[in-house]
């Protein structure tokens, strides 16, 4: 075997672009060696998900988000492609619901519940949306205004009654 210069820097040239190759996909969250598998889940709005965004089952990553198409012949409806660890098993009663982290970043938490039929891979999850950090400050704010408009009345009366005297 010729073992010039040429040679040498073709074999590192091919080994450096596999490395780059692998690299980056890995930097994209695809892990090679591992089972997964496919299922998907349908969402009106997708709140700024993003390909690589973790799925999660009680706040352990067991998967990511692979693809995400939009579905003009449902409504402009969004399909979004999930890889979860083979070893997770699925059932009917599953859930998918997309949550926010409080700087933006998206993920999807699975709610997995009692596994009686269990999905094969390619099956689609029933799909919810979270609620809000805002939605969940107006439910608690709601209660505590409304009183403090009620205080500021039964005040304000008070207030009128010791000036006229």
């Not at 590192?12 to 496919?38: C, E, M, P, Q």
């Not at 799925?55 to 409806?77: C, M, Q, T, W, Y």
Request: proline share 3%; glycine share 8%.
């Amino acid at each position: 075997m010729v073992k010039n210069k040429e040679f040498k820097v073709g074999v590192f040239a091919v080994l450096t672009l596999v490395a780059l190759y692998y690299g980056f996909y890995f930097l994209k969250g695809i892990d090679f060696f591992s089972n997964t598998r496919k299922y998907f889940v349908v969402y009106d709005n997708v709140n700024t998900l993003a390909v690589s965004n973790p799925v999660k089952v009680n706040g352990f990553a067991v998967g990511r988000v692979s693809d995400i198409r939009i579905l003009p012949e449902k409504n402009h409806r969004v399909l979004v492609q999930i890889d979860i660890d083979s070893k997770i098993q699925l059932g009917d009663s599953t859930k998918a619901i997309l949550d926010s982290e409080l700087l933006g970043g998206n993920f999807i938490v699975l709610s997995i519940g009692d596994v009686k039929n269990p999905k094969k891979p390619g099956d689609t999850i029933h799909a919810e949306l979270a609620k809000g950090m805002f939605e969940l400050l107006k439910n608690t704010a709601e209660p505590v205004a409304s009183n403090l408009q009620t205080t500021l009345g039964k005040f304000n009366i008070v207030i009128d009654n010791l000036s006229r005297n």
